[in-house]
């Protein structure tokens, strides 16, 4: 399902990467008390009274060679383009400026919902203070403080009031899978090379694609399958279009609504870090992968071309060790026939349910082959195990101590549950659990 999208915008050194951070729960953006500061992770997935969604920290959306104000600005577009709820963050210790007035007259005009957010209002005494903020039309300031935590809930109580009822969620059961992968590796062509039909716009410059196209198809198998390609035309005169951390943003909202992630790869250029930020959000998504090397027809290829880009491929990625490869291209179809019966498969097995019995047959036969090893004198203990979820696959395994199972038993036990069971393309999660 696609999350709704939550978007934190003001002007620098308000506070907008700590509040980000209190409502992901973890320390994700770096945070100084320097404007600009915020260089780290800006999305995540939050949740509150049960309804998760995706939160953004426009501020470590960075527009190189830009002045400072028009740098806010596209900024608060970029909230426009992609939030449901946009939270405009002001500081109650420097008091109303210009340039929060500028930020709110951009986001008047957008007919999105908007949360006021009064930061820095430490103590009691300071609310007396926020009601300059009602001058900027957006109703009643919440007053919090990203240092001591105070007035989250009543703002995040706010924010999900203006939540889609519908949350996005797809209302058919077809097999939803999307191309993601940095610009110009070829997304686009292989959406049009499989439909047949010129279906989005292809271009060689890199960031043409811009909005989310969902086409559905049937194969002459009969299976049918609903395309999510982060596809459509350039809105001209943007110029985030090609920062790395809105690319990989836009890819993420494809994930959410996925069950297979295409991760496309591009021969001609090699793998690139940004390929690896991407295809680790997918991971972490817990979608089923299908890795797609396309241009394979550039290349000028051997016998051992396909296996050394093959070796590659698993040496950079290592944690995606369980997706099928698949090397095809867009300009003469060379293996794209193949893609969506491999969907398929990835797709079952992102949905394979095991039973407990046959489940706890295999882990005892593990611990046979190879018994957990003593941990400060004290041995591993697996009792049972079961599955508890799929997309992805979820066990939980319980224990005597969990702290007593290393990470490398943890992923022996995984392989062996990969010898016996077919997961290929999806990932397993192993979940310890201490026997009560």
């Not at 070829?186 to 716009?201: F, H, P, Q, Y």
């Not at 250029?269 to 295809?279: C, N, P, S």
């Not at 005892?364 to 599955?387: E, F, H, I, S, W």
Request: hydrophobic share 40%; proline share 4%.
């Amino acid at each position: 399902m696609a999350y709704p999208v939550v978007a934190i915008v003001g002007r620098p050194n308000v506070g907008k990467s700590t509040i980000f951070n209190r409502i992901a729960g973890d320390r994700i953006s770096i945070v100084e008390d320097t404007p600009g500061v915020t260089r780290d992770r800006i999305y995540t997935r939050a949740e509150w009274l049960t309804k998760q969604f995706r939160l953004i920290d426009t501020g470590g959306i960075e527009m190189s060679d830009q002045p400072f104000m028009t740098e806010i600005i596209q900024q608060a577009e970029i909230a426009i383009d992609e939030a449901d709820v946009i939270v405009l963050m002001v500081s109650g210790r420097e008091g109303l400026t210009d340039a929060d007035e500028q930020v709110a007259k951009i986001l008047y005009r957008s007919n999105k919902p908007v949360v006021l957010a009064v930061n820095k209002v430490d103590n009691i005494e300071m609310r007396n203070d926020i009601y300059d903020f009602y001058a900027l039309g957006f109703g009643e300031p919440f007053p919090i403080s990203g240092s001591h935590g105070t007035g989250l809930g009543d703002l995040l109580d706010e924010i999900v009031k203006h939540f889609p009822t519908d949350e996005g969620v797809p209302d058919d059961d077809t097999i939803r899978f999307s191309f993601i992968g940095r610009p110009n590796v070829g997304k686009s062509s292989l959406v049009n090379a499989i439909l047949g039909e010129d279906r989005v716009i292809v271009s060689d410059i890199a960031g043409t694609t811009r909005d989310a196209i969902d086409t559905k198809f049937t194969t002459p198998e009969g299976d049918e399958f609903t395309m999510v390609d982060t596809a459509g035309i350039r809105k001209r005169g943007k110029v985030y279009e090609n920062t790395e951390k809105y690319s990989v943003m836009r890819a993420m909202r494809a994930i959410d609504d996925s069950n297979v992630v295409l991760m496309v790869l591009n021969a001609e250029e090699g793998i690139r870090d940004q390929d690896k930020h991407v295809a680790g959000y997918a991971h972490e998504a817990g979608r089923a992968i299908v890795i797609v090397v396309n241009k394979w027809d550039t290349l000028e290829k051997d016998n051992h071309t396909m296996k050394e880009f093959e070796d590659l491929i698993r040496a950079e990625f290592q944690y995606l060790s369980y997706a099928p490869i698949v090397f095809v291209s867009a300009v003469t179809k060379q293996r794209l026939n193949k893609l969506p019966e491999l969907i398929k498969q990835v797709n079952d097995n992102h949905q394979r349910r095991i039973q407990s019995s046959t489940l706890n047959d295999v882990i005892m036969d593990a611990l046979a082959l190879n018994p957990a090893p003593n941990m400060n004198g004290k041995r591993l203990r697996v009792y049972y195990a079961t599955q508890v979820a799929i997309q992805p696959p979820t066990f939980v395994v319980f224990v005597n101590e969990p702290e007593l199972m290393h990470f490398s038993y943890q992923r022996f036990l995984e392989n062996q549950i990969r010898k016996a069971f077919d997961f290929t393309g999806t990932p397993i999660h192993i979940i310890k659990r201490a026997r009560t």
